[in-house]
């Protein structure tokens, strides 16, 4: 079972929060709030927010400043991940990944289901790696932010969870460029 070691030390991830909406910004952006209240109460530092519209050139423009930026270990972004002619998100972001993390979509539906039902197989939630940054894209409601980042990445950013976490592997995840 999962668990917290106490005896490791916690290492703060600086993380980065894009909102991809057509209809918010940053006033009235719940859910961007709800991963920045969540990330920071948990100790990991606020690196960059943004807020683009749904549009890939828009959205792919900031990810690759963002893995660029060796302040930014991870982004975390909500909205898009939809069904509709605008939610372009997840084909944003795969268009950049190195490594796709497959398990982080499934798992998210999975613990989604228990939340919403059969209405989760509409989220095409997804996770990978490029240039060193972890990349994740979440829907678009504050409930899938909260699931997401409570019962998902708050435990796998935790460099004090076993048997093992996304923290650790940071140093390695460009090893095959050396």
């Keep these: 079972m999962a668990r917290i070691d106490e005896s490791r030390p916690f290492l703060p991830v600086n993380i980065a929060v894009l909102t991809v909406s057509d209809s918010r910004d940053l006033a ?14 948990a100790g ?4 960059a927010r943004a807020l683009v519209k749904d549009e890939v050139r828009a959205i792919v423009d900031v990810l ?9 270990d991870v982004v975390i972004s909500t909205g898009g991940t939809g069904l509709t002619g605008r939610d372009v998100t997840p084909e944003a972001f795969e268009s950049l990944f190195e490594k796709r993390i497959d398990g982080f979509g499934e798992l998210f539906r999975q613990l989604s289901y228990e939340q919403i039902g059969t209405s989760t197989m509409q989220s095409r939630a997804v996770g990978g790696v490029a240039g060193g940054t972890y990349l994740f ?38 090893e095959h460029l050396g």
């Design 28 to 41: 009235d952006d719940r859910s961007g709030d709800t991963l920045v209240e969540r990330l920071t109460g």
């Design 44 to 47: 990991h530092r606020l690196a």
């Design 64 to 72: 690759r400043g963002w893995i660029a930026d060796p302040a930014v």
């Design 137 to 174: 894209a979440l829907p678009g409601s504050p409930g899938a932010c909260r699931d997401g980042w409570d019962l998902i990445l708050k435990w796998q950013l935790d460099s004090r969870h076993r048997p093992c976490n996304l923290v650790e592997l940071m140093p390695r995840l460009q």
